[in-house]
Each structure stands twice: as C-alpha cells, then as structure tokens.
C-alpha cells in the first residue's frame, strides 16, 4: 500500500485515541508562505492543546503521507503552488509518477480512511459551482462525502459556491448535514446562510453518539458536521457576498476553470478585501481543529 502513517500517529490509530486528519492543499494553494506553514503547525498545535494527534496528509515521492513532519510541511509551504492538487482521479498518476501531491477535502478523505483516521478537519468543502447548471462544475468532495468512511467538520462549504444546490446533492447522495450548535448551515466566511441543516447538535458528545451510530448501523459514507465562524471574525454577509461576485465575474472573464476556480477566487477575495477573508479563514480554521478534536475526544473516549 502507497501509504506511510508517522509512528505518533499509527500508535494512536491502533490505541483508540483521537487522531485528526487535515489536509495540505490549505499549505500550498491556501495561503502564501510562510504564513501557510506557520497555520497549519498552529491548527496541529490546537489539536494537540485538546487533546489529540494531528495527521496533515500529502502525498511526498508517490506515498501518501498521514502525519506529515514539520520538515515535510516546511518543504510544502515552500514549493507552493508548484504542487499540483490531487482528486480521487489523480492519486494512481500521482502514485505511480512518484511525485508530490496536495491532497484536497476528497483525497484527504480516501488516504484518512486507508490509514483508519475517522475524523478530519478542515476550512469548508468544495461543492457545486455557481453556474453548474450550464458547466456541470460540482467538486468530487461530494462524490467522497457519498462514499467514504470520514466524519468531517467544517466551516460549510465555501461561500463561492451554491450553496443551495451543495445542500441538494448532500441529500441526494445521504450525506447527513449536520450543525454544531446551529440550526442553519454556516457560509464559511459568515455564521449564516438562510439554509437549514438537517440536525443540530447541540455538544461534541451528541455528535459522537450520531457518528457512533452510522459506524454501528454500517451505513458507508461520510459525516458533515458544520461548524460557525466564531462571532468576531465572521464577515458582513453583504459585503463579501458582493466581493465573491465580483470575484466570479471576473475569474469567468479570465476563461479560468476546473480545479483552478478555488485558488483563483479565495485569493482574489482575499486581495479585494485587503485580508480580512484570509484572516477569516484561518480563524475558522483553528476553530474547526478544536471542535473536531473535541468530538474525536468522546468518540473514543466511550469507545474504549
């Protein structure tokens, strides 16, 4: 198997304890360096701070990696974009080539699962694209939410996105929407989105018990629990909403499609908003990594 658990995180796998998956897509397209590797050594160290085993994820001469070093993620910062993201499409390419890859919310996923890591924490997903109605642009995260075994907290799914239409092919595909301490489905960069998710759990232990439940029932596919950007650094829904389109507008202008849409709009975002959605981001982030950790906690603390 093409895939290499650090020991930490391999002892902590087969132990019971709470081990939490993050993706490396955030260090080479998410940010700039070297403000990616000091976020994502950060959110390693809210994992910890709560109690748990962080496991970055990426993929390094062809082995999938689960618990990158912080030489390994240092070298991702570094190399940036000149990493290509890997989807479920690529991973046999990547594998074989031996080259390096940065996994998204999907690759994250399927190499978390290989390794027996349950739980994953990351910025929002990808979903279905404004527009998809014309170029069928919908993100496989949807596609491996449906299938693989992973419970996934998140801040939503990013707001460049319909939002809408993700929640309609979520139902589709059986994937519970859930909301941590929210009735309504959280917009990424704001608490709201006028759109409702299908439960609301109102601690980490009760979303525990719910992902307890779907492992014992033996019902494949992943768990998404959303989770609200704290108060402080949620964003104007006006403002950003009208900055996104301006974004999209443009990025349509450039001919930019495919995997490339995400990077191209969270960066310019982050440019017409002077930072403000970088900042956002990365506070989410960090809130992600200590609700997860938190119900990774009670997972396996009444599992053992």
Same mark, same amino acid.
């Given at each position: 198997?093409?895939?290499?658990?650090?020991?930490?995180?391999?002892?902590?796998?087969?132990?019971?304890? =709470?081990?939490?998956?993050?993706?490396?897509?955030?260090?080479?397209?998410?940010? =700039?360096?070297?403000?990616?590797?000091?976020?994502?050594?950060? @959110?390693?160290?809210?994992?910890?701070?709560?109690?748990?085993?962080?496991?970055?994820?990426?993929?390094?001469?062809?082995?999938?990696?689960?618990?990158?070093?912080?030489?390994?993620?240092?070298?991702?910062?570094?190399?940036?974009?000149?990493?290509?993201?890997?989807?479920?499409?690529?991973?046999?390419?990547?594998?074989?080539?031996?080259?390096?890859?940065?996994?998204?919310?999907?690759?994250?996923?399927?190499?978390?699962?290989?390794?027996?890591?349950?739980?994953?924490?990351?910025?929002?997903?990808?979903?279905?694209?404004?527009?998809?109605? &014309?170029?069928?642009?919908? *993100?496989?995260?949807?596609?491996?939410?449906?299938?693989?075994?992973?419970?996934?907290?998140?801040?939503?799914?990013?707001?460049?996105?319909?939002?809408?239409?993700? &929640?309609?092919? +979520?139902?589709?595909?059986?994937?519970?929407?859930?909301?941590?301490?929210?009735?309504?489905? =959280?917009?990424?960069?704001?608490?709201? *989105?006028? &759109?409702?998710?299908?439960?609301?759990?109102?601690?980490?232990?009760?979303?525990?018990?719910? @992902?307890?439940?779907?492992?014992?029932?033996?019902?494949?596919?992943?768990? +998404?629990?959303?989770?609200?950007?704290?108060?402080?650094?949620?964003?104007?829904?006006?403002?950003?909403?009208?900055?996104?389109?301006?974004?999209?507008?443009?990025?349509?202008?450039?001919?930019?499609?495919?995997?490339?849409?995400?990077?191209?709009?969270?960066?310019?975002?982050?440019?017409?908003?002077?930072?403000? *959605?970088?900042? *956002?981001?990365?506070?989410?982030?960090?809130?992600?990594?200590? @609700?997860?950790?938190?119900?990774?906690?009670?997972?396996?603390?009444?599992?053992?």
């Amino acid at each position: 198997m093409n895939i290499r658990l650090n020991p930490e995180v391999e002892q902590g796998v087969k132990e019971g304890r =709470p081990v939490v998956a993050l993706e490396s897509t955030i260090i080479s397209h998410g940010m =700039p360096y070297p403000q990616n590797v000091e976020t994502a050594l950060q @959110v390693e160290q809210i994992v910890r701070e709560h109690g748990g085993i962080p496991a970055t994820i990426g993929i390094i001469d062809g082995v999938g990696v689960i618990g990158m070093t912080k030489e390994e993620i240092e070298e991702f910062g570094k190399r940036g974009m000149s990493i290509p993201k890997v989807s479920r499409r690529d991973l046999p390419v990547i594998f074989a080539k031996k080259s390096w890859g940065a996994t998204t919310v999907a690759t994250t996923m399927i190499l978390a699962a290989m390794g027996g890591v349950e739980f994953f924490v990351t910025g929002g997903i990808g979903g279905v694209h404004r527009g998809a109605e &014309l170029t069928f642009d919908v *993100s496989a995260d949807l596609e491996e939410l449906a299938r693989t075994n992973v419970t996934v907290i998140c801040a939503g799914a990013k707001a460049i996105l319909d939002l809408e239409k993700t &929640l309609e092919v +979520l139902e589709t595909k059986g994937v519970p929407v859930l909301g941590y301490q929210t009735s309504e489905l =959280p917009a990424f960069y704001t608490r709201t *989105s006028g &759109l409702k998710v299908d439960y609301e759990l109102k601690d980490a232990a009760e979303a525990a018990e719910v @992902v307890r439940a779907k492992r014992e029932l033996g019902l494949d596919g992943g768990i +998404l629990i959303t989770n609200p950007i704290p108060e402080e650094y949620s964003m104007n829904p006006d403002e950003i909403n009208a900055v996104i389109k301006d974004a999209i507008h443009e990025m349509d202008e450039k001919g930019i499609k495919g995997k490339e849409c995400t990077p191209f709009l969270l960066a310019r975002i982050a440019e017409i908003t002077g930072g403000e *959605s970088l900042n *956002s981001n990365i506070r989410l982030v960090f809130n992600n990594a200590a @609700v997860g950790t938190e119900i990774a906690k009670e997972y396996f603390r009444k599992k053992v």
